[in-house]
């Protein structure tokens, strides 16, 4: 048995009952769920029908997330998330650059390495290299004026929290912005990269081994061996290449606005909704999150 999620973006529901009900009938599905009004609904089908990706296209074009997964061990007991234009909707390393004057070539690599393009770690010393002599203190002002949190991630990890889930921020990002997003979204613990700091100024290097695609994996790999639970019962969401080892590993990998590269290879995508649809995929009801 496989259940199929249709969802929308909350701030703008337009998910018409007459046409999710035209394609549970069409589709032979069991009973329809409403998880949220408008929103997100639900509904079981014996086996994955022949057009799914042909109708997931043309749900798309009006603005509607579809996902069609296996029932069985759909809610996960852990989640590991990365944290640029994923928990939040920057990526640190670009508004840094911007404050450095270097914003649109460090924004055009970051980019590039977010589809593949570019060899991650490669791509990640050049651009703290063009950081070098950046004040230390600007990555305070960069975290209170330029930061903002993706909606849905409090009740993400608040909601996965209080059902016994474990949350984990694993990002190529730097600590010192990991530390305060951590925190601020209530994740277990967090894992990114340390820029070194020299006489209160940026030197343009990062300390090694980088944390890029492989140390996610691991970081996946060690903390759900140690919570003694296995791949299959995590959840994944992130929204770049080096995202993509994670993404695979995990149970659930979830694409979130993903580079069109990254979101080729995963199953479940997410385009419309924001970080509360990573609950709804799961079989919450909006009425069961927790803000």
């Known amino acids: 048995m496989h259940v199929v999620t249709l969802l929308t973006n909350p701030a703008r529901p337009v998910l018409d009952p007459a046409a999710v009900e035209a394609l549970r009938n069409a589709w032979g599905g069991g009973d329809l769920r409403w998880l949220a009004p408008g929103i997100a609904a639900e509904f079981g089908v014996p086996a994955l029908p022949a057009n ?31 944290m640029d234009s994923t928990m939040i909707g920057q990526e640190c390393i670009d508004e840094l650059a911007d404050e450095a004057g270097v914003g649109a070539r460090v924004a055009e690599i970051t980019a590039r390495a977010m589809n593949g393009e570019l060899d991650f770690e490669g791509a990640l010393r050049e651009r703290v290299g063009l950081l070098a002599g950046l004040p230390a203190e600007v990555i305070g002002k960069v975290l209170a004026t330029r930061i903002t949190h993706t909606p ?16 984990v921020l694993v990002s190529g990002g730097f600590t010192s912005f990991a530390a305060r997003v951590a925190a601020d979204l209530g994740f277990d613990e967090y894992r990114a990269n340390t820029l070194l700091v020299a006489d209160g100024k940026l030197t343009g290097k990062v300390a090694e081994p980088i944390l890029g695609r492989e140390a996610k994996v691991a970081a996946l790999t060690e903390i759900s061996a140690r919570l003694g639970i296995a791949p299959d019962q995590v959840m994944a969401v992130g929204d770049g290449a080096n995202d993509l080892g994670m993404l695979g590993l995990a149970g659930a ?33 909006q009425a069961e999150f927790i803000a």
């Open 152 to 167: 849905g991630g409090r009740e993400l990890i608040a909601t996965m929290k209080a059902s016994g889930a474990y949350c």
């Open 253 to 285: 990998g979830v694409a979130l606005h993903a580079k069109p590269a990254v979101a080729a290879q995963c199953d479940i995508r997410i385009n419309h909704g924001d970080l509360t649809a990573l609950l709804f995929v799961q079989g919450y009801t």
């Open 52 to 82: 799914l990706w042909e109708v997931w296209t043309e749900m798309q074009a009006l603005g509607i997330d579809l996902i069609a997964q296996p029932a069985e061990g759909r809610r996960k007991r852990m989640l590991i998330a990365d």
